[in-house]
């Protein structure tokens, strides 16, 4: 009778927490599924497109041009939409439908970056990417479609109208409880609290001073003290130890280095942090958000005056960056 294999870090996580994948590379989940769910950004779809092969041509080529056609050939059904837009709207679908075989739960796709201030056109970017998903491809079930928003205060109005029309989101960019609470009073059915700022991704050397740890955990406790259904989903992890100390918490989605490390290190041998984030027993005094989030003046003075303004300054730094990718993928269809 053979010995038992090996648990690894990852087992561990999966045992305590919904697993899910950050990429839009089908290799990720082809060798370490299963996955709840598949998460990405306008970022992650970016340097997956340009990806070159061991070739030396571009990966997906193929793809890039059918997503244009594609766009080319419905710009007529979608009014005030850009060919270039609505392909790289295309793109990413079509990326996503290539990781749903490998998932239980949702495909995650972000809203256009620069409708982080404008809820009719987040709200209308949000019905436009369930669409291509059904025109893509009809089989696929759209309610394991859920839309990821900047976590202002537009754009969780847009999702409050989502989610009453049956369409599943995630208020992405969160720094504090301020905008926590608001995304719970309107039904989100995620939130991703950022444990490091966006730019420790792309400015080599930054570290975050101001780690998200204590606010992720506190969101979780806040949202099981109120009975809330909307579930934490940390994401951007640096480290295999910054991913272990979240054991426990709802979900956690992981970039493809850090979850091959996972697999790979024995949890024999982990001296590491396992949870400590999560643990109960910690007394958390929330303050009363009832006031603000009805209130959009006073909403956003709170969002304001969070951590001195540190939770404010981060999601503008975010919804930059997040533009400029948004741009470059536009420019694809434009080569």
């Known amino acids: ?66 997503a244009i056609d594609y766009a080319s050939s419905k710009s007529s059904a ?21 990781i749903v075989p490998y998932l239980t739960g949702y495909s995650h796709i972000q809203t256009n970056p620069k409708y982080s201030y404008d809820k009719q056109k987040t709200v209308d970017n949000g019905k436009r990417i369930v669409a291509i998903f059904k025109d893509l491809a009809p089989e696929y079930d759209s309610r394991r479609v859920c839309i990821k928003i900047p976590s202002t205060w537009e754009g969780m109005q847009a999702c409050r109208e989502l989610e009453s029309q049956g ?3 995630l208020a992405t960019t969160m720094f504090c409880l301020e905008q926590a609470s ?14 490091n700022e966006l ?21 979780q406790r806040y949202y099981e003290k109120i009975g809330s259904k ?19 918490v709802h979900h956690i989605t992981v970039a493809p280095h850090l979850l ?14 396992v949870g400590s984030v999560l643990k109960a027993g910690k007394q958390d005094a929330f303050g009363d958000y009832g006031g603000i989030v009805d209130d959009e003046s006073a909403w956003r003075l709170a969002f304001t005056r969070s951590q001195d ?27």
Not at 230 to 248: C, D, F, H
Not at 260 to 273: F, V
């Open 1 to 66: 009778m053979g010995s038992n294999p090996e648990k690894s870090l990852l087992d561990v996580l999966r045992s305590q927490t919904a697993v899910d994948c950050d990429t839009f590379d089908v290799e990720v989940p082809k060798q370490l599924s299963p996955f709840v769910d598949c998460t990405s950004n306008q970022a992650i779809a970016y340097h997956e497109l340009i990806r070159l092969g061991e070739d030396g041509k571009p990966v997906h080529a193929q793809l890039i041009q059918d």
């Open 78 to 98: 979608f009014a005030n939409v850009s060919v270039a837009e609505l392909a790289a709207e295309a793109m990413m679908v079509k990326l996503a439908l290539r």
């Open 167 to 169: 369409i599943a989101t």
């Open 182 to 195: 608001l995304a719970a009073h309107v039904g989100c059915t995620y939130i991703a609290p950022y444990i």
């Open 199 to 219: 730019r420790v991704h792309f400015d080599e050397g930054y570290v975050d001073q101001h780690k998200a740890f204590d606010f992720c955990g506190a969101a």
């Open 230 to 248: 909307t579930q934490v989903l940390p994401a951007s992890l640096t480290s295999i130890q910054e991913v272990m100390k979240l054991a426990g």
């Open 260 to 273: 091959t490390e996972l697999a790979k290190t024995p949890a024999d041998s982990w001296e590491g942090d």
């Open 309 to 335: 303004g540190k939770s404010e300054g981060k999601i503008i730094q975010a919804i930059n960056i997040f533009c400029d990718k948004q741009d470059a993928l536009e420019a694809l269809v434009e080569r």
